[in-house]
């Protein structure tokens, strides 16, 4: 059973441009979540989404943004970037909302680095 | 706002002894735990978890204990192993809310 893929692993962009990540979840899963990993701070939500529709959203500008395909593939979008937007994006899915108590499986994330 | 801890960045231990990793929280609404390990360049792995209902839930070399009262919990890890050398995450959720992770504590286990 493939696992949580997210493309691209790496990523090098400058300050303004916009960026687009992608999430493939775990097949048969409908819930897909986005964190930001910076070093020394745990992951820090960004939002949730379930069957296309965002449940959560975590503290974060609103040059954050992302959407959810029927297909339950999950895109996150970040604008007018700046330096201290780069960090490990990580995305986890799971079967149901993270209210149903449930394991998030997570992807190996997208390195994003802002020149 | 950090309603979940991890105050040690780091531990060591020797091959074959314990290892055992901190977590303190501050909501009590938080109602479901979690523990993830992660190796560099992987994301976090699912260990293991325990619902509010319960004290202690056990995997293996793996135990974890909630303490409801002090808002605390701790995974334990015995033997550990070489292989285990990672850095791990507590997380915790509430009905209704996103899941809150501590930013982790790095485990070293030495041969």
């Known amino acids: 059973k493939a696992g949580v893929t997210q493309t691209p692993r790496y990523l090098i962009k400058t300050r303004g441009q916009q960026v687009t990540l992608s999430c493939s979840p775990i097949?048969?899963?409908?819930?897909v979540s986005w964190y930001q990993q910076t070093p020394g701070q745990g992951l820090q939500f960004l939002f949730e989404?379930?069957?296309?529709?965002?449940?959560n959203k975590g503290n974060f500008p609103g040059r954050f943004s992302g959407r959810q395909f029927s297909n339950s593939r999950s895109e996150m979008n970040v604008s007018t970037l700046e330096l201290g937007d780069s960090a490990l994006y990580l995305c986890?899915?799971?079967?149901?909302?993270?209210?149903?108590?449930?394991?998030?499986?997570f992807g190996d994330g997208t390195r994003l680095s802002i020149l | 706002d950090q309603q979940v801890k991890q105050n040690s960045p780091s531990l060591s231990v020797q091959e074959g002894r314990i290892s055992i990793l901190n977590c303190d929280y501050t909501?009590?609404?938080?109602?479901?735990f979690l523990w993830y390990k992660k190796y560099p360049a992987e994301g976090p792995t699912f260990l293991i978890s325990?619902?509010?209902?319960?004290d202690k839930n056990e995997d293996g070399r793996f135990t974890v204990f909630l303490n409801k009262s002090a808002k605390h919990l701790s995974l334990h890890i015995v033997p550990s192993q070489p292989g285990d050398s990672a850095v791990y995450f507590c997380?915790?959720?509430?009905?209704?809310?996103?899941?809150?992770f501590g930013a982790g504590t790095r485990l070293t286990v030495k041969p």
């Open positions: 909501n009590s609404m938080f109602d479901y």
């Open positions: 989404y379930f069957s296309e529709t965002q449940r």
């Open positions: 997380a915790a959720s509430a009905e209704g809310s996103d899941m809150r």
């Open positions: 097949s048969g899963h409908r819930s």
């Open positions: 325990i619902s509010s209902i319960k």
């Open positions: 986890a899915s799971s079967l149901g909302p993270t209210r149903d108590n449930q394991p998030q499986h």
